[in-house]
């Protein structure tokens, strides 16, 4: 007779770090893109309008929202290796198409495919991590998996940014990329295991009252969940931004590739780093305390962007913007997680991170159209002022210390 699925990382130690060693492959198809982009889009397509170049993050993030969200609503189904694997076969033309596209059309078309391969991935490997862990060490379960993910964000943006200033724009960069797919999943169909077992396991003892309707109350019907929700799509709103044009104000402060990819890795590199002890602060501290903080934090960094001007004080700001996310990214999944029984927890967070990767498409078209319009500076500034609005949200709507309502 199959022996019933313990929960707890220690009880399924060897699959729970084969998933932190995915999400960190998930991550780093990202991290290709984050720092040569503006150059790469003027020197390579001519492309020097900021909505036009940030049109790529749009494209990715419109479709990373609903694959996050189908993703949510299958899991369930389909089983959640058989949705990873999915994403990475998805994954695999995405930087051959990026190192020989000739017309910034097939550009938007890669991420488009990137960001349906990230939906699918990520939120499987997030699902699959709270499954295992149980609901008493699901935010430090979080932060390692949030923790390996944007790590390699910030690890691959630097390498990227390094071997374009050595070799090129293209193609060397985007051999990293074709490493990752293929590595990745090798790994997920051959060693992953479905955690639904878990899902049933755990269901037998939780008390968590059940959603009226899954998409209306994560969304805005719960205090909670929609208090978080609406924080999830400003953070990505703000990660829109600094992926699209914090790189575009570096070139105009005169800093070389070397330098932008340095910098532009700081800010996901400490991100991913914090995750490790905010994950685990989640699972003992309020999460309204955390969330509050961290909105505030991320704003008041942004602000400050435009008229900083040496390398180590925006190396500073862009380290307290990481700390600042390190803070809320953890805590949104553990709250969505906490405030949901396990049955409908998978399409909770497909519902949360539907609406959080929404944020990079709203992010680049503000952020764009601003920049456009009224400069760079304003745009930073706009970004800035909607997140402090964000952390006033959570301060005012969200009960108590954000626990289930």
Do not use: C
Not at 108 to 118: C, H
Not at 376 to 391: D, P, Q, R, V, Y
């Amino acid at each position: 007779m199959k022996p019933e699925p313990q929960l707890g990382l220690r009880e399924n130690w060897k699959q729970f770090t084969l998933l932190v060693v995915i999400n960190a492959f998930v991550g780093g198809m990202v991290g290709l893109e984050r720092s040569i982009f503006p150059q790469y889009a003027e020197t390579i397509f001519g492309v020097t309008s900021k909505t036009a170049m940030l049109s790529f993050i749009t494209a990715f993030g419109i479709s990373k929202a609903l694959a996050n969200y189908y993703t949510g609503r299958m899991a369930n189904v389909m089983g959640r290796k058989r949705l990873l694997v999915l994403g990475w076969g998805i994954a695999l033309p995405v930087p051959l198409i990026l190192m020989s596209a000739g017309h910034w059309n097939w550009v938007v078309f890669a991420n488009i495919l990137l960001g349906v391969s990230q939906g699918l991935t990520w939120s499987s490997t997030v699902v699959m991590k709270i499954d295992l862990a149980g609901p008493r060490q699901r935010g430090l379960a979080m932060g390692l998996n949030e923790f390996s993910g944007y790590l390699a964000v910030g690890l691959v943006a630097f390498l990227s940014g390094f071997l374009a200033s050595r070799f090129g724009l293209v193609p060397y960069p985007f051999y990293l990329g074709v490493f990752l797919a293929v590595t990745g999943l090798l790994l997920s169909l051959i060693w992953v295991r479905d955690t639904r077992g878990f899902v049933h396991q755990e269901t037998r003892t939780d008390q968590t009252r059940a959603l009226e309707h899954v998409f209306w109350d994560t969304t805005l019907r719960h205090r909670t969940l929609s208090s978080v929700t609406q924080a999830g799509l400003v953070n990505n709103l703000n990660d829109g931004m600094i992926w699209g044009l914090f790189p575009a104000l570096l070139y105009l402060k005169d800093f070389d590739l070397a330098q932008i990819g340095v910098l532009t890795a700081i800010y996901p590199a400490v991100w991913g780093l914090g995750q490790i002890a905010t994950g685990k602060m989640s699972d003992h501290i309020d999460f309204k305390k955390m969330l509050f903080w961290g909105m505030l934090l991320q704003a008041l960094a942004i602000a400050f962007l435009p008229p900083s001007g040496g390398f180590w004080l925006l190396a500073l700001l862009a380290g307290l913007l990481g700390i600042g996310t390190a803070l809320v990214y953890p805590t949104f999944l553990n709250a969505i997680a906490s405030a949901t029984p396990p049955k409908q927890r998978a399409e909770s967070v497909g519902v949360f991170r539907l609406w959080r990767d929404l944020g990079y498409a709203f992010g680049a078209v503000i952020s764009g159209i601003t920049a456009d319009l009224f400069g760079l500076e304003a745009a930073i500034w706009l970004t800035a002022g909607l997140t402090l609005l964000s952390a006033g949200v959570i301060a005012l709507r969200m009960p108590g210390a954000g626990r289930p309502t």
